[in-house]
């Protein structure tokens, strides 16, 4: 074989070991890009549950606050305050 043969085999050689590589990186990158929606799906889902716990936080320490606990009377005292505030507001604009 001449010189030339040899490089153009040698050539052809790397141009394919490339082309594999890039198909590889394209099967990796749509791999991976399954597996971020994925994740962001899991993601989305635990910050709503997280949301929904926290509000049920609130709720059942308001609810222990109006059974009486004396931690949090002050807290109370100002939350019935504001749905009053909320409720006189609500009144005053049905009688407008």
């Known amino acids: 074989m001449s010189k030339v043969e040899l490089i153009v085999n040698s050539l052809e050689k790397k141009v394919q070991r490339v082309l594999h590589q890039i198909t590889e990186l394209k099967k990796d990158n749509t791999f991976l890009k399954d597996e971020l929606l994925k994740a962001t799906a899991i993601n989305s889902k635990q910050l ?3 949301q929904k716990k926290e509000d049920d ?21 100002l939350k019935i305050n504001t749905l009053i505030k909320e409720i006189d507001d609500c009144v005053s604009k049905l009688s407008d």
């Open 57 to 77: 936080y609130s709720t059942l320490k308001f609810a222990n606050s109006i059974l009486g606990s004396d931690e949090s009377k002050r807290e109370t005292k």
């Open 48 to 50: 709503e549950l997280l």
